[in-house]
């Protein structure tokens, strides 16, 4: 059993699983992060970014200045902006037969895999994870293609050019596998590959394994999976959540007695405890619009979103903030929103059970009926008459590089009054403000992640009780800024398999085991044996049948009515020989003593043995070994005695 | 004793002996004997009064058949009668006494076993107790056995009741100006010290003494070790005697008791069990506390007791040890040392900062500390305890202390640090202990209250910016609770208010203040937004403080900005859906105008707004305490502005308010009416003859339920150039009467009472001034009021009988003399019956006595209809 590690950042996986005969890809990730080393894509022209001055190094030599443009002490990429893709040269992709995707964040990276690559497997997902899932690839596309950048930049990445660049350009790794954003035709036909399964439900793969999705709490449908074969389990631990938020509450017990869990997707702010930070979102939100300022919060069109708009929905009284309109600007904000409230099946209990009062389950609607909460595509259209301050816009994308927000971003960046507040965890709210110094607006930092911290997992695990664990490297030690914490990571015994970035694991337990079927006309025909009470033994003649890694046993058939025919045929014809019986028990010594000198055999010399005794016949000169698993007898030129004594030893063994 | 109730008593004894399962309820006896002995104190004797008492005891004592919470009830009311010498030969004749103090009767009766009985045979020997010649009847009786096995009875009431009594009988035997083997003590001495009753023979009565006690001594030292982890209760029962003992004894029975169990105690002290470290420094404690009088040195062998409780134990139980000492507040420099050393030491460990250098006796601890400090469970309760005692340590004398105050705020603050992940452990030896502490909400509270503790000690004002850096690093930090930010928020309170010089606050750490505290009242926690609200109104509350250019200046205004930061931020708070933060606000915002009322500014638009925001409080909350608040916001505007009168806005509100107050639904509003009325009354008549102010009055009298003002008010009154007369006339019109009398008839009690006691010392000023003015009261319109035909109106109404003679005229209003009124209403009785509790009549010893008799015939009914077997289903 391999496990294949192609990106090495821990909340967006992309492993490849191969368990007897299947290889399996949980997850793909893509990693947004590179594109933080790009310029804003603006959606009117900003005469602040088009005038940036080019990057000119000290000694002259190169001539990037196109390409690379300078702000506040920071270059950047003039171009648009580039992903880093899961490793593609570690294995064939076209060999995977199928993937697992375990929340709508983990698939960003589908069509770079299903697409051009021979693949030609079957996706599955939940229904939430494949709807949310394209809204948000929907949405990214939209991003790129509607401001269209005509520069392709590749000139620095060159290698020798780019080990002159600054910080941290140069030391951005693997810049040639950058892909720019697909398109809206990679997206359909990579998520028309995708099967829909619900929670606990039991997908066979070609009979080998069967896998199975089970809630994980951390996001509308999302989920973690179990891989197992019939006498072996593997655990897949995505994303997952013990905080009661709105999706259904993860389901624990399931993960037990696995001999493999492949942990990833804990939460990258383990010292930001989600309630005090939706606290800070909150406060700092009605401090700003108190005091007469506009707030921004960049983030994704789903997920923490939901759960920030019902905080702000009890919070909005309390605040008084109940004239203060609020924004959301998405491509696919209408959707979102709408999506969220059909998928009851998803959601927690309570959610659920307002379905049938009938209310929608979040509360969102009633902001918006009240017009509290308005949404719009873009900020073209009819937003820019409806646009009143001072106000609340929730909008993408987190990066700062694209999107709204970047409109936002150079609107009120230069007022003190504003505030920008950063809840989505994935990115370093400083280098998403890098190209926008020198910046007045106030910032909040208040990360929102809830998925499992250290202290729960460690919980977890003590639980669920698997046998090896497997996980990022990264949480196999603490944060780097924070080299005390010693409780901000993974202390397991046995200590956990660490991976990175183009890992090959080999995942340390071996198949010991395999289940046959017998059909019943066989199975009666048996003649059980007991050899002691309650274990009963018998001999199987048949035909092994493997087919879609299913083994049955069958009976053999009989020989067709043998025309008499050619002779020389017959020897082939032959019934087949019937196998020697089965002996067990052991030869008991006394007895066996006594009956060789019933036979005349008198002169014994028995020696003790590690494994039993040795009978030295010394006038035969022949040896009998009667050991525990055997019993030799060593008799030269005389067959007439070895007979004798095999039919001696024999009457004291069981035949089956 | 009234003479119907002497009347009742035969028959309700006989009720009470039939049988006692018809009493009304459980607590009737009680009830019954708590009225025998308030009678018996009043001097009277019960069975002269009740001859029928001593029939009941004897047929209860001597009955087969009797209840045994009537026999127990029979033991105490016994003891209560033998408590006095005539009562005690009286019931010796009748030979009750020996049967109803005889153990092995109830045993044979087989009640013994239950301890109702039981807990009646100590109390009734206990109470009996008195005079010598209970005593030699106790000694006689050879009650002294049993009553030590009570000791360790398997109830607990019994055995505390137990001890209670051989403490009693100790004390007895050995009263405190005694010495235990001077058989030439004096009258005063050998008698009682109780009743002071002369002892009749008193070398017989020592001797009883001396074997009493020899046998007490001896018990106490044959049952103090344990034999067996099992025994520990008995042992624990045994030290808490003995620190009982202690704590009374005299100096020569404390030796007499030392030397008989000095050597247990040095066996159990070095026995390391921790359930024992309590009880045993109560021993100790007890010991010295009673070292007194012309012994002022304790006693060596407690001396060396608690060196050892100090030095050989576990550390918990060191902690623990040297807690109980420090409390003791016992001037023994080395132990104080000592102790103080042991409680840093968990702090020492924790912050690595070096408290207690050069400290070896302690330091011989600190491996064993170290392991116990990684378990999470302890770790927390001993650094919580050694927070709770670490500001005592900082008051203790500067060459007895091990360290100087600054340094231990130094270390609560490094713990507060680590407490909420602001820091790193110095030492990597202390991850695991780190680990116990990062995130702990009990911890950080225990160090806030320390912190804010330490305000108060000498010597730490040079920590106050450390202290401030950090409190602000907790009110801004996200995860805080709101207990932890409550708590931060009290401690920045003290330490600001201590130190009278401010000019150390950098602008940077005055402007993170104003960030944290603007963020905070927008928070989404309500206690939070409440404890913010509250630290802007004691802020504002605050004396003032010195500036860095020597001046004098606001404290609020110096690390705030004042009002023009706090005012707008309250305004806001005034619109909080939670109750509690409104009335917070509205409080804190007569805090922070209280100073310009002071001075006697002139409303600006602001409080105009304010006050019109706070009259639809007023009328329009539905929650009583932001109503409430909106009355003592009024009554601190009212005291403390010095002309209220030369005060539209105020004097305008006020009407309003008092309209609206006396109209409210809640009490406590109302009553918080009364007293702005109250204030007004005084505010016009102090200075008019007759009329008396009203704590002079009634001094002492608030209702115990009633929120009680905070300050006392201080009245600004004007030159008396005005008539009584005038001045009423404004009252009247200020709506004053009406508040009054619709208090008066309110259907809460202290409403009425309060609106009554005003009312009188109105009639007092009234009739009461002196006539030489003009025969104002009957003609001056001013002095009249209108009366409505509805609510209290009306009942005032049918109080003066006046619907006759309205009839005929228009029946909503009548207007009638305020003299007339105040005259005819007979306050007088009407507060006599006010001042009564609600239930007085119910709780009266004849009621009581009714009530038996009543519940007893009910019963006998009942038999009688059982007896029938006439059984009634009901469904």
Redesign the interface.
């Known amino acids: 059993m391999k496990l294949y590690c192609l990106s090495g950042h821990p909340t967006l996986p992309c492993n490849v699983l191969k368990f007897k005969s299947t290889t399996i890809m949980l997850d793909c990730g893509l990693d947004t992060t590179s594109v933080l080393n790009f310029l804003p894509l603006p959606l009117v022209h900003s005469p602040r970014l088009s005038k940036l001055p080019g990057w000119i190094p000290k000694d002259g030599t190169m001539n990037l200045e196109k390409e690379l443009k300078e702000c506040a002490g920071r270059v950047f990429v003039d171009s648009q902006p580039e992903f880093c893709l899961p490793e593609r040269e570690l294995l064939d992709l076209s060999t995977i037969d199928v993937i697992l995707i375990s929340n709508y964040h983990c698939m960003m990276a589908l069509p770079y895999i299903t697409e051009h690559t021979g693949f030609t497997g079957t996706v599955y997902a939940t229904e939430p994870t494949l709807q949310i899932g394209r809204l948000l690839m929907e949405e990214l596309v939209n991003f790129m293609e509607r401001v269209p950048k005509a520069q392709s930049a590749t000139s620095w990445k060159n290698k020798d050019m780019q080990r002159m660049l600054p910080g941290p350009l140069k030391d951005a790794v693997d810049v040639w596998t950058w892909k720019r954003c697909y398109g809206m035709q990679e997206v359909n036909s990579a998520l028309s590959r995708v099967q829909l399964v619900g929670y606990s439900q039991k997908v066979e793969l070609f009979g080998a394994v069967q896998v199975s999705p089970l809630s994980s709490g951390y996001s509308l449908g999302s989920s973690n999976w179990i891989i197992q074969s019939h006498h072996e389990k593997v655990a897949y631990v995505s994303g997952s959540s013990l905080l009661t938020t709105h999706p259904q509450p993860m389901d624990q017990s399931s993960l037990k007695n696995s001999d493999v869990l492949i942990l990833t997707g804990l939460t990258q702010m383990p ?3 989600p ?6 979102f ?6 700003t619009i ?1 005091a007469g300022g506009n707030v921004l919060v960049p983030c994704y069109s789903s997920g923490v979103i939901y759960d920030l708009l019902e ?1 702000l929905y009890q ?1 909005i ?4 903030l109940g004239t203060t309109p609020f924004y959301f600007i998405s491509p696919v904000a209408n959707s979102s929103l709408e999506f969220s409230q059909i998928f009851a099946e998803w959601l927690c209990h309570n959610k659920q059970s307002k379905v049938y009062l009938p209310e929608p389950p979040f509360p969102h609607a009633e902001l918006i009926q009240t017009n509290k909460l308005k949404h719009y595509p873009s900020i073209h259209g009819d937003f820019s008459s409806d646009f009143r301050q001072p106000c609340v816009v929730f909008t993408g994308h987190p990066s700062l590089r694209f999107g709204d927000v970047v409109h936002f971003m150079e609107l009120w960046g230069k007022s003190g009054l504003n505030t920008i507040i950063f809840t989505e965890p994935d990115f370093s709210y400083l280098d998403a403000l890098a190209p926008y110094q020198p910046l007045a607006m106030k910032c909040v930092y ?1 990360p929102i992640d809830t998925r499992l911290n250290f202290h729960q997992v460690a919980k977890l695990l003590k639980e669920v009780q698997p046998l090896h664990v497997v996980c990022p490297e990264q949480y196999t030690q603490p944060p780097m800024t ?1 080299s ?4 901000l990571m993974l202390e397991l015994q046995p200590p956990p398999m660490p991976y990175r970035r183009c890992s090959v694991l080999n995942l340390p337990f071996r198949r010991r085991y395999e289940r046959v079927y017998i059909l019943p006309e066989l199975a009666q025909s048996l003649v059980p044996t007991e050899v002691k009470p309650g274990v009963s033994i018998a001999t199987v003649s048949a035909v092994l049948h493997s087919k879609d890694n299913k083994h049955t046993l069958q009976s053999v058939p009989k020989p067709p009515p043998v025309p008499p025919t050619k002779k020389r045929k017959r020897v082939m014809e032959e019934p087949p020989v019937a196998p020697k019986p089965l002996l067990s028990g052991a030869v008991p010594l006394e007895a066996f003593l006594a009956t060789l000198q019933k036979h005349g055999i008198t002169e014994v010399k028995v020696e003790e043995t590690a494994d039993g005794h040795i009978l030295h016949l010394q006038a035969e000169d022949t040896l009998i070994q009667l050991e525990e698993d055997g019993t030799h007898i060593v008799c030269d030129n005389n067959e007439p005695l070895r007979t004798t004594l095999r039919d001696l030893v024999l009457r004291f063994l069981q035949k089956l | 004793m009234d003479e119907e109730c002497v009347s009742l008593l035969p028959r309700v004894c006989d009720v009470l002996a039939a049988s006692g399962s018809s009493l009304p309820d459980d607590t009737s006896l009680e009830k019954l004997l708590d009225w025998f002995s308030a009678v018996t104190k009043s001097g009277v004797s019960l069975l002269e009064v009740s001859p029928c008492l001593l029939g009941f005891i004897s047929s209860v004592v001597s009955s087969r058949a009797s209840e045994s919470s009537i026999i127990s009830f029979a033991l105490k009311l016994i003891g209560l009668v033998a408590a006095a010498e005539d009562g005690f030969r009286a019931l010796q004749e009748t030979s009750v006494l020996d049967l109803a103090f005889d153990p092995q009767h109830w045993r044979e009766e087989g009640l013994w076993e239950d301890p109702c009985i039981r807990i009646g045979w100590i109390h009734g020997f206990s109470t009996m107790l008195q005079h010598r010649q209970a005593f030699s009847f106790f000694v006689r009786a050879d009650s002294i056995k049993p009553l030590l096995q009570l000791q360790t009875d398997t109830s607990l009431f019994v055995a505390s009741a137990a001890s209670q009594m051989l403490t009693q009988v100790l004390m007895f035997c050995h009263p405190l100006s005694s010495g235990f083997n001077e058989t030439e003590v004096d009258n005063k001495s050998s008698s009682s010290s109780i009743t002071g009753l002369k002892c009749p023979n008193a070398t017989e009565s020592d001797h009883e003494s001396a074997a009493v006690v020899t046998e007490i001594l001896e018990f106490l030292k044959r049952r103090m070790l344990p034999k067996e982890p099992s025994q520990l209760h008995q042992s624990q029962q045994i030290l808490k005697l003995l620190a009982s003992i202690l704590s009374q004894a005299g100096p020569s029975l404390q030796n007499k008791l030392l030397l008989t169990v000095g050597e247990s105690l040095e066996e159990l002290v070095a026995s390391n069990y921790s359930q024992l470290t309590r009880p045993l420094m109560d021993v100790i404690l007890a010991g010295y506390s009673s070292v007194g009088g012309d012994v002022k040195v304790p006693d060596p062998i407690l001396s060396r007791l608690l060196s050892v409780m100090l030095n050989q134990r576990e550390p918990p139980d060191l902690i623990h040890a040297a807690a109980a000492f420090l409390c003791s507040g016992h001037d023994n420099r080395i132990h104080m040392e000592q102790s103080a050393g042991i409680l840093l030491l968990p702090v020492d460990i924790i912050t690595s900062l070096t408290l207690l250098e050069g400290n070896f006796t302690v330091k011989e601890h600190q491996l064993s500390m170290m392991e116990q400090l990684k378990n999470k469970t302890s770790c927390v309760s001993m650094i919580c305890i050694s927070l709770k005692y670490i500001p005592k340590i900082t008051l203790m004398a500067p060459d007895c202390r091990p360290c100087p105050p600054a340094s231990v705020v130094g270390a609560v603050l490094s713990l507060l640090r680590l407490c909420s ?1 602001l820091s ?2 110095s030492v990597a030896g202390c ?1 695991t202990v780190f ?1 116990n502490v ?1 995130g702990s909400g009990k911890v950080q509270k225990c160090a806030l209250e320390a912190l804010s503790a330490l305000s108060s000690s000498p010597e730490v004002k040079v920590m106050l910016v450390e202290v401030f850096t950090l409190l602000i690093e907790y009110l801004n ?4 609770d709101p207990t932890v930010l409550q708590k931060s928020y009290q401690a920045l309170l003290k330490w600001i208010g201590v130190c009278s010089n401010l000019s150390s606050i950098t602008n940077q750490l005055k402007q993170d203040l104003t960030q944290v505290v ?3 009242v ?5 206690e939070v ?1 409440d404890s913010t609200v509250e630290f802007l109104g004691h802020l504002a509350g605050l004396p003032a403080c010195s500036t860095e250019d020597g001046g004098v200046c606001d404290i609020s205004q110096y690390v705030l900005g004042g009002c023009c930061f706090t005012t707008p931020l309250l305004m ?1 708070a005034l ?4 109750s509690y933060v409104r009335a917070s606000a509205i409080s804190a915002l007569a805090q922070a105008m209280r100073n310009s009322w002071r001075q006697g500014a002139v409303p600006t638009k602001e409080q105009a707004e304010i006050v019109t925001q706070l009259l639809e409080i007023l009328s329009q909350d539905t929650e009583g305490f932001a109503r409430r608040a909106v009355l003592q916001f009024f009554i601190t505007w009212f005291s403390s502005y010095p002309s209220c009168t030369s005060s539209p806005l105020l004097m305008q509100s006020v009407r309003s308010v008092l309209l609206q107050g006396c109209a409210d639904l809640d009490w406590e509003v109302k009553v918080h009416t009364l007293d702005l009325a109250e204030l007004l009354m005084d505010q016009a008549f102090l200075g008019q003859h007759g009329y008396t102010k009203g704590l002079e009055s009634h001094p002492a009298q608030p209702h115990p339920y009633a929120v009680t003002a905070k300050q006392a008010y201080t009245l600004h009154t004007h030159s008396g150039t005005h008539t009584l007369s005038s001045d009423l006339d404004g009252l009247v019109k200020q709506g004053l009467l009406s508040v009054l009398l619709s208090g008066l008839f309110d259907c809460d009690r202290p409403v009425g009472l309060k609106a009554c006691r005003l009312l009188i010392r109105l009639k007092d000023a009234l009739l009461l001034r002196p006539q030489d003015t003009t025969d104002a009261g009957k003609t001056d319109p001013g002095l009249n009021c209108e009366l409505l035909s509805q609510g209290w109106a009306h009942e005032i109404r049918n109080v003066l009988g006046m619907e006759d003679r309205t009839s005929g005229t228009d029946a909503h209003t009548v207007t009638i003399n305020v003299c007339d009124l105040v005259k005819c209403l007979d306050l007088e009785e009407r507060l006599d019956v006010l001042t009564r509790s609600s239930d007085h009549f119910y709780n009266s010893p004849r009621s009581l006595l009714q009530d038996i008799l009543t519940a007893g015939s009910a019963h006998a009914q009942q038999d009688s209809q059982l007896k029938e077997e006439v059984i009634v289903d009901c469904y």
């Open positions: 010292t930001a405890n309630d005090g930070m939706l606290g800070e909150c406060s700092n939100l009605a401090m108190r905080c919070f009284d309390s605040a008084n208040c924070q005390h914490r010693s409780d | 992940g790193p452990p991850v680990r990062t930090h996200p995860d805080s603007r963020k905070r927008c928070d989404m926690r309500w937004r806001e619109h909080d859906p939670e």
